[in-house]
């Protein structure tokens, strides 16, 4: 609703009607183009020779750029962007991806036990399905946070499963909490049978960053409740708070008791929609899956053959992402120069936003240390909240509405689950020159 | 049926896979490379993506090549057009998810200039990643999981196997109407009525899915063809659920593609006001053949104002098609006219060879190919050597599996058995695609030859 508003607003001022702003700034979505980032110079070029491979010949192009989309058309049938792959994607990419988290993790890895999907949506909906089982009181239940992206609704409830929500700790930053955990589990057994707990690191929407400690805490309560972790790592790269660092579920895992590593099942997402690479439109993402059963691995790439295969010019990206520039590579250093400064961007975005928020009477934000997104609570008037009784709206919804309509401002409404009678609005802090 | 397979069919994809990365690190054999033609991938087969849509695509992902002298003018301006309409002007945005607002639009006016003028609806066409993931979206909304007895689609044999894969892990039933492959694989009426027949008691039917140009058979249903299914599916009230992805790829003598839509408008009330149809087209197959890319489109007629909202929020749940494949299917639709600096040639290659050469093997035998991407052969074996087969082969295979299995690994030729697709009882087909360059083509039929003549000498 708050979308199709601005698409009115927008074609309102292209005719030329006086506004108090001159355009609108929409800070809703993850989208950082729409944010006015700028792309990853290295990955485009490489991708517009992997396109129109005539480029190979174009001085324009560093060397580095030449010899990578080289060897990634030489990995794709046809040597064309254009053939169908297989469908859990092409194997050097897979390869790639493995390497990458062994390097970040120290642990092993292997490429039969990753799948690339058209987007980190699509992997969890595939890992959902095949979870969803049962009936009535023994329907598949997930745990979810609230709050949580969006779209996690939209899967779940497609895939036919029960969500079980548990609150995190806004007073602790949207901490998790052990005790919440356990509530929500209980509350929902007999209801519906938990199999499985997602979780999402950094935080989406709420920017929270685990430490080691909650990691640790999670897992071992995955592992007494027998529930299989899904673990969303879409802004593993988006860590900026003090003192923060990003620490995969895997590496902690498998940095645990031997018992444990090797029993406690997990399936870890990333994509190219997040991070510094931010090419939503490209559509590609993976899945890690461990500790899984062979037969059962055997129909996760069943699965993605409904989808036929991933986008290709999406796998390629994959490929660059999680192999980017070298130093001593011709595009490093325009590479890290740019890189640098989306995350400073971030960095600074985030620091602003979480001083004025708070500044203001009414709004308190915990900080943001890592993800993409600000969470602010809003703590309404009661004139508003009658007024938007009165419309048939949530009042964070009515607060966001006035928001874009005075000030040109979209942002997200928190519709994410949170407490019901909390409010609170989801901003990106990608954008750097309109903040 | 096919569920149970569904664990074989793969593990030939594998085998081919493991061949070809065994041949790129130097192992010897009979072959120097594997011509895949398992797929309707016609780069994969060897084609060359058409320059001007490269070009495009390349200067939309690299802004700044819209600058270089090197490209032609008109490929600069119309990355420039396609980028303006891109989110933040560039490809990496997510769009609307029911697909760029002004391609949706491209794609209307292509419609109606394909269909002599008849009228289409920008809000009737969603673009999705491929064709596929449309055809899941409208069977959602046609397949109740919780009806009992279960939902029915009604599905040619022989057919596309994904749609089929789809269709069966909905929950939904699928209901075979055998297309008679003595008279060039038509569809007869008096068929699809004893298919609905087959049904009572079984499942509920609600959708009638038909693919024109077909997919495996290389047909092209004729105009009096296409009017029967529609009166089929009026007098019925089944939903039509038609695949047009081969639309240009038609190349039969007197054959002629007609829209599904075109059809059903011509044929005037009572019909053209209510026969329900969703009809399917991507940049995967045709001109293109860019199935890498990921991106299709599907045109909706004459649905229900609540059903027509209920697809916009399974459409909307989606994040939108990848924006390269979009611009894509911009191109198709729209593509350089005469006078344009990059105003196309595409060669088709042609299939007479192909037939001629398949029906001159013993053993072997294909009706004329009018359309499509593939050729789908009969293999003649006599019940002896369908017997020998079945000892010989290592995992009991039927024998269509057995001899791809051997053509793969003896003959480097990547094809797929033809119970993926679904036969008659008793009948053995394999399907490849026909759409590679002619000296790969040639190959093909060559090493085809050779192997199948070593084959049915080994097995009679």
Redesign the interface.
Known sequence: MLQNLAERIRKDISLGAQKPFKKVIDVS?G??????LQ?VSFL??V???C??P??LE?K?FPLDVKIRAQKLLEA???A???????SSGL?HVRQSIAEFIKRRDGVPSYAQNIFIS??S?RAIMIAVKLLASGEGNTRTGVLIPAPCPH?LY?VLE?A?LVLVPYQLTEEKGWAVDLDKLHQALKAARGNCEPRAIYISNPGNPTGHVQDRKSIEEVIQFAAAERLLLLADEVYQDSVYGKDREFISYKKVLFEMDRELAETVQLISFHSISSTCI??????AGYMEVVNMDPEVI?YF???L??????????QLALDLMVNPPQPGDSSYDTYIQETFFTLATMSRNAQLVHELLNKLPGVRCQPALGGIYVFPRLHLPCGIKAQAKLLGLKADVLYCQKLLEEEGVLAGAGEHGEMTDSFHLRSSIRNHKAL | MWNMK??AY?AL?RRA?QIK?ELRQGVRKPYKEVI?VF?G???????K?L?FV??V???C??P??IN?N?LPLDVRQRAQKELGR??????????AAAGIPEIVHSISEFIKRRDGGIPSHPENIYIS??S??SI?NILNVLVN?EASPRTGVLIPVPCYN?TV??IT?LGAVTVPYYLSEEQAWALQVEELQRALESAKGVCSPVALYVINPGNPAGYVQSQKSVQEVIRFAWEKRLFLLVDELYQDCVYGENCEFVSYKRTLSEMGPPFSGTVELASFHSVSKGF???????AGYVELVNLDPAVMKHIHTIFS?????????QIALDLMTDPPKPGDPSYPLYKQVGPENCTLVINSLPGFSCPPLEGGLFAFPRLNLTPKAVQKAKVTAEMQEDPDTFYCTRLLEEGGVFTSPGWEYGQKEGTYHIRFCIAAPQDIMEELLRRLSSFHMTFMKDFS
């Not at chain 1, 064309?80 to 792959?85: D, E, W």
């Not at chain 2, 749940?317 to 494949?325: E, F, N, Q, R």
């Open positions: 979505s989208d950082p183009h729409r944010a006015d792309h485009r070029q991708l517009a020779v396109v129109h005539q480029l174009d324009c794709c049938d046809g064309s962007v254009g053939s169908y792959t297989a194997r058209a987007g949506q779209m939209n497609e036919g931010g090419e939503c439109g490209l559509r055997y790439d069943n699965t053959c409904g989808d036929i295969s991933t986008p290709v010019t999406g | 569904q664990l793969g994809a896979n990365d895949d797929q991938d016609l780069h994969g087969a060897g084609m993506p320059t490269r070009q695509l390349a200067a992902v690299y700044p090549l270089s090197n891109c989110v933040g002007g560039s490809v990496g945005s997510y769009s990643p491929g596929q993931w899941s999981r994904i894969l789809s892990q293109l053949g860019e199935c890498g890319l990921r749940k989606d994040s939108c098609a990848p924006v390269l494949g």
